[in-house]
């Protein structure tokens, strides 16, 4: 049978090794606690499926620890916290779980060591990003938040900072806005922080891009990351749809399309691929 058209998957996709770490450690403390008395504290990641999931097993959310109660278990999720929820949480009594993506850990003990170094701390990023949030959140002194050229030109007062990157934010601008930093900063340091799995996942979108009609981004409508892979196929001139399942996809799409690609963000669950894929499949085969 003739195929109507070809799918060409990404090698990257489904969860990170973070995603993955934070998924483990909250099923085992299911299992050790039970899901009735288990809070996290927001969305453990940013896919609605899988926190969906999550719900089902009778893991709660919770806005804040006013929410939680002594004895009962907190899970921090994947992008972390600010470190005053860690001693609050202490101090009730609460158990913790702590799922905070090691890369994401590691920038909030840079943040500590420039504050302590008695820099100016910048971070690259987006304020409003639970990662951003919680990394500033480890400083004593509120960090320099900056996402554009215009913001990182404003800062030429200063004379001694250091700077670091949300982890899932473009490496093309963050490079940018650093050499911006540089030329206006005497004495800066620079620590590399983004995700290399993050970079990994945006080279093979980008490479499968280059060879296909029509880029299908699948993964939460949160998902910075997710939306980052959307918007480069978008900037460089290729057609793409961000979908968060199977039941988004409209066929009318794929006309007079000979080869679509497959991409996915982080925290997209395998259950939910198989069934894109199978979707992709059967209108394939309709041909």
Known sequence: MNEKFKIIT??????????KRAIKLLMEGVGEFGGDNIYTLGEIIHNPQAV???????????????????????????????????????????????????????????????????????????SDHPEVIGISGHAKNKPIVIKSVEEAESLSSLRKAGVITQTTFSREKSDLFIEVLKNHIPDLIVYDTICQATVRRQIATMSIASEVDIMLVVGGKKSSNTKRLHMMCLENGISSKHIEVAAEIDPGWFEGVDKIGLTTGTSTPDWVIEEVEKKLN??????
């Open 282 to 287: 059967e209108l394939a085969a309709s041909g």
């Open 10 to 19: 990404s090698p990257h996709m489904g969860y990170c090794f973070g995603v």
């Open 52 to 126: 969906q999931k999550i719900k089902n097993m009778g893991v709660k959310s919770a806005e804040s620890l006013s929410d939680v109660s002594k004895g009962d278990t907190l899970v921090i999720r994947a992008h972390g916290v600010e470190r005053d929820i860690f001693d609050a949480a202490r101090r009730k009594r609460i158990n913790l779980i702590d799922t905070t993506c090691p890369f994401v850990k590691r920038s909030q003990e840079y943040v500590q060591r420039l504050h302590s170094q008695g820099r100016s701390v910048i971070i690259i990023g987006h």
